[in-house]
């Protein structure tokens, strides 16, 4: 690979110019400069990122922290962080915290050693103190941070459509899933949901769980089913646990949406390939890394930001798993 | 945070003397070393790891190129490579090539000019130019190269697997997939399951398909049983159209795996999360991904590396698209 020596000789230049045109520091003639990068063309030159970073102190490094990529969520989430910032030519470095407060610590100590200029974390994880101190721009994505610029979907209007659309389409026992208590989205949808039930005069279960694996939840939907062998109504936790209810539901002959309907949360990529396919709420997993990157160049350029909380819409996804709605009132 | 003056002034010593406990060159003596490394603990220092490995002319950052982490089959083959990295100290540089050779080139540019000490790639890319003049180790993943080292799944052994077991299962006009002409593992994959069906006497039909896109493989589905009505076995592609297939049968109402058995490839995690659940040849993804990091730490290292080419084992997992075999004979 050809070296600043190599383009200063090609040029016929020192290397100080090369240097000079490279940082755009102090005079260097038009035509000098447009003979080094000339040369820096010919010998395929890519300037040093990490000493150019070291000299301007600003890296073109971000690092982004998620949960676990291999949970379905959160693909969208990263690939919307990616594609963002490679427009603005900035790339990611990356890690999984598995919500593990060490190996989060761990992870953002190593971001800033390599210079990171802004930090993306999707971590629920409650202690905010691994972020305090920090001299570069952080936001949260997927979670609400009253400290913290950050960019989440409305979790509580989730959970309002998603019960207003069950009962709109004639569920009339109806069981709401709650899910684990210490991740606050889980939290939003819950009281969303809750809110809405209460408001109708429909009958309706709270059952509690505490996890979003698919194991865990394949227990949780035959508990359900043998609790309340006649609920017509699940308005799950989000789409992993709506695809175990769904399993169970089919097991037992009953017909979907015929007999019971069920409501997902998230919209990951899988919903809409079962069968029958699992209407949902969806949230902008995509759309909200963009955000969330946007927002972050903007603070690493502090430029103006308007909103430091940036709320994403949701929307019910209509799909198979629910009845249409009557619309002869 | 602490800087390097903090830490000399807290163990009473010169900079200078700080750095070559750092960088562990020249001599310090032994109690000097511990007053700086208790210095150092004190005051949570972290050596700045950009100017150090500008010092060392090593960083501690790998390259990770992925085709597209939202395809279902690579979350889990980059958690593998994370994993793996982490517990030697690594940190990723990460991008997805959607299988463009300039976006590709791109990356592995910015890469370097990170100073990453390696790089993996899980790109299908047929020209290898880009990787050619590279100072560094690069390890191919879920690819073969005969000029580089490589991780890859033994696909045509998954090939004969999944027809060896449909005809032992019992069908006899059997529809074969072929998937896109220009992924070699789809080729393997292929040519494994033709060599085994060729062997046996039983009819079967060659249907090609041109992407692994689920929209598309829901009109190959339709064509499919259009055309080979009778068709009582598919070999799919991969899972993703396997899901499609098997769709489309429960929509024709067909019983599964009575009237047709369906076998996918890959083992994505939502092919256990179908109903029925999809009988698969199971890719160890995860496992692959850890294999490439040892197998690239050891080259970036200059240990000793016995194998180049490492073909990892593919196994038959039985689930509800395929009925049980008669061990009666």
Known sequence: MA?????????????????????ETGYVHEDTR?????????????????ARSLYKKKSK???????????????????GVEDELQKGGYRILFGNSDEN?????????TFIQNN????????????????????????????TSSDY????????EGGRIAAGEIVKRGSKRITLLKGPAHIQPALDRFQGALEELSRSDIDFHVMSTTSFAFEDAEKWAKELFSMYPDTDGVLASNDIVA??????????????????QIIGFDDIPQSSLLFPSLSTIRQP?????????????????????????????????????????????
């Open 34 to 50: 447009k003979r080094v990068t000339g040369a820096m063309k010919n010998l395929n030159y890519s300037p040093n990122e990490v």
């Open 101 to 109: 407060a060490e190996k989060e610590l761990d992870y953002l100590n």
């Open 243 to 260: 695809t175990a209810i769904l399993h169970e539901a089919l097991r037992l002959g009953k017909a979907i949406p015929e007999d019971i």
């Open 285 to 329: 997993a995509y759309e909200m890394g963009k955000e969330a990157v946007q927002l972050l160049i903007k603070l690493i350029n502090s430029e103006p930001v308007h909103q430091q909380h940036i709320q994403m819409p949701v929307t019910f996804i209509e799909r198979h798993t629910t009845r249409k709605v009557d619309t002869n009132g």
């Open 3 to 23: 070296t600043i020596r190599d383009v200063a000789k090609e040029a016929g230049v020192s290397v100080a110019t090369v240097s000079r045109v490279l940082n």
């Open 149 to 156: 610029p950050s960019v989440y979907a409305d979790g509580k």
């Open 116 to 143: 990171v200029v802004g930090i993306i974390s999707a971590t629920n994880n409650k202690s905010k103190t691994n972020y305090d101190g920090l001299s570069i721009p952080v936001v949260f994505l997927d979670r």
């Open 61 to 79: 490094l971000i690092g982004l922290l998620l949960p676990d990529i291999t949970n379905p969520f959160f693909p969208q989430l990263a690939r």
